[in-house]
C-alpha cells in the first residue's frame, strides 16, 4: 500500500486490515479505561504485553484509534447548558460553512444530516444566553447559512464514548415495517463533502 493509499484510508475512517476479535476485545477494554497500563491490557485480552502493545500501535497508525482523551462531566466544569443546532445551509456553501464550523470553539461536535436540516451541531453555554448569542450571533449571521432552529437538551441520558460491532444486537425481521421512518436523501453538495 503506497502511503498516498495509507493516508486516504486513514482519513476515510476505515483500516488498512480488517480488524479480528482481539482487536475488538482491546477496543473494549479502551472504551472501558482508556488510561488502562498496556501490562494490565493484556491481562484482560489474554495476550503478551508485546502483542498488547504492538496491535495498540497499529490500531493508531491505521486510524481505527484517533486519539485518547478524558471524559468530562460538562455541568461540573462549568457548562451547565447544551444545545442542539439545526442548521440549513445555502446551496453551494458547504465547504465554507465546513471551514466556518471548525473554527468554533462552543461546538463540541457537528454532523451533516439528510433530512429538513442540513447540520446538526450540539454546544456547549455557561447558561441559555450563551446559546441565544451563539445560535443569533454567530451562526445565523453566517452567510452561508440559511435558517437554524436551537433546541436546548433538558438531560443527556446515554453517551457512549463508542460503538463496536458487537454491541448491536441482532434484530428479527418481525419488526414493523419503515412506514414509521422518512428517509429524506441528502442534497447534492453535502452527500460528496470530503473527510477532513
Known sequence: MSSKDAADTKHSGRSATPLDETAYRILEVLRDNGRVSIAALADKVGISRANAYTRVESLVHDGVITGFSARVDQAKAGLSIGALVFVTVLPQAWASFRDRVLEM???????????????????????????????????????????????????????????????LPERTSEIAPLGMTRWTPASPGRDSLPPR
Open 105 to 167: 470553539p462552543d461546538v463540541e461536535w457537528c454532523a451533516i444530516t439528510t433530512g429538513e436540516h442540513d447540520a446538526m451541531l450540539l454546544i456547549r453555554a455557561v447558561d441559555v444566553s450563551g446559546v441565544h448569542e451563539f445560535s443569533t450571533g454567530v451562526i445565523a449571521q453566517l452567510p452561508e447559512v440559511r435558517t437554524v432552529v436551537s433546541v436546548v437538551v433538558l438531560d443527556e441520558v446515554i453517551r457512549r464514548p463508542y460503538l463496536l460491532p458487537g454491541d
